[in-house]
T-cell receptor, first 109, second 113 residues
Framework: GQNIDQPTEMTATEGAIVQINCTYQ??????LFWYQQHAGEAPTFLSY????GLEEKGRFSSFLSRSKGYSYLLLKELQMKDSASYLC??????????FGAGTTVTVRA | IAGITQAPTSQILAAGRRMTLRCTQD?????MYWYRQDLGLGLRLIHY???????GKGEVPDGYSVSRANTDDFPLTLASAVPSQTSVYFC????????????FGPGTRLTVL
């Protein structure tokens, strides 16, 4: 089976930086996605990593280490609208997505 | 606006009833998926279709069936609903069935009493 772990909740202050970690043990690896999901809404795509290293996209960056089975999503210059759940999802050998339970980030003024 | 639509938005259903959740995409994506999302468990794959005419079972297929008669539509049927099927159901699509980005519909909130 697939095992994907991420913290349940994180709280940070507006303007700060938050790092959401994701560790995984899966049947093969064909990439890792991060999605953002606001309460009551659909998940929306943030990033995709398949090679080791850091991918930067504006205020959001995602890092992958395949040898360690580890990724993180870095949110910089936090804004109130960043309050949401962040989902880590791994593409396994059969090219299906396995999702972690999600990390709820609360941004406080 | 291009994307994925789901219907109904929400539904309350008596146990034992049959229910079909509808999903339509207009992006001409080959692959479509059904997930359920439960608190603390994350999204779990129910069924998928890599292309029109084919379907496959995901992680939690029992009690559900799907069909893919054409590219655009991918309905999910609960033949005889049970309370454990109370959940939020998301349909998604991707251009291909590999590691292509999946795009999600707005979801259907289903309550089975």
């Amino acid at each position: 089976g697939q095992n994907i772990d991420q913290p349940t909740e994180m709280t940070a202050t507006e303007g700060a930086i938050v790092q959401i970690n994701c560790t995984y043990q899966t049947s093969g690896f064909n990439g890792l996605f991060w999605y953002q999901q606001h309460a009551g809404e659909a998940p929306t795509f943030l990033s995709y990593n398949v090679l080791d290293g850091l991918e930067e996209k504006g205020r959001f960056s995602s890092f992958l280490s395949r040898s360690k089975g580890y990724s993180y999503l870095l949110l910089k210059e936090l804004q109130m609208k960043d309050s949401a759940s962040y989902l880590c999802a791994v593409v396994s050998n059969d090219y299906k997505l396995s999702f972690g339970a999600g990390t709820t980030v609360t941004v406080r003024a | 606006i291009a994307g994925i639509t789901q219907a109904p938005t929400s539904q309350i259903l008596a146990a034992g009833r049959r229910m079909t959740l509808r999903c339509t995409q207009d992006m001409r994506h080959n692959a479509m998926y059904w997930y359920r999302q439960d608190l603390g468990l994350g999204l779990r794959l129910i069924h998928y279709s890599n292309t029109a005419g084919t379907t496959g079972k995901g992680e939690v297929p029992d009690g559900y069936s799907v069909s893919r008669a054409n590219t655009d539509d991918f309905p999910l049927t609960l033949a005889s609903a049970v309370p454990s099927q109370t959940s939020v159901y998301f349909c998604a699509s991707s251009a291909g069935g590999g590691a292509d980005t999946q795009y999600f519909g707005p979801g259907t909130r289903l309550t089975v009493l």
